[in-house]
């Protein structure tokens, strides 16, 4: 499995709909692309939210980012994440 970063922006219409069942729900999307739902925190800032998925690849991804785009309502920036010992292990 691959992990990514998804920076995601609320919309007006998808502030509208903020609940622990549209969490339940994006999270449930995301198993159904192979994914799952490592991490998530809300921020303050120009980007409302972070997401740590982990999803097989990344056409896998990039359907996902599409998808939860649809259900939510959001703008989202996905991009493909190593951890630091991995990052490490590639360049030293």
């Known amino acids: 499995m691959a992990t ?10 998808s502030l ?6 549209r969490t339940d729900e ?3 999307l995301l198993k159904e692309h192979g994914g ?4 998530g925190y ?10 740590v998925v982990e999803l097989p690849d990344n056409a896998s ?4 980012s599409v998808a939860l785009s649809r259900l939510l309502a959001v703008s ?4 493909p994440a190593m951890s630091i ?8």
């Open 4 to 13: 990514f970063i998804m920076s995601v922006k609320y919309t007006s219409k």
């Open 16 to 21: 509208k709909g903020i609940s622990g069942k």
């Open 26 to 28: 994006a999270t449930e």
């Open 36 to 39: 799952e739902l490592k991490a």
């Open 42 to 51: 809300a921020l303050l800032g120009d980007t409302d939210l972070v997401l």
């Open 61 to 64: 991804a990039m359907k996902a």
């Open 76 to 79: 989202i920036n996905t991009a």
């Open 85 to 92: 010992k991995e990052f490490d292990k590639l360049l030293g």
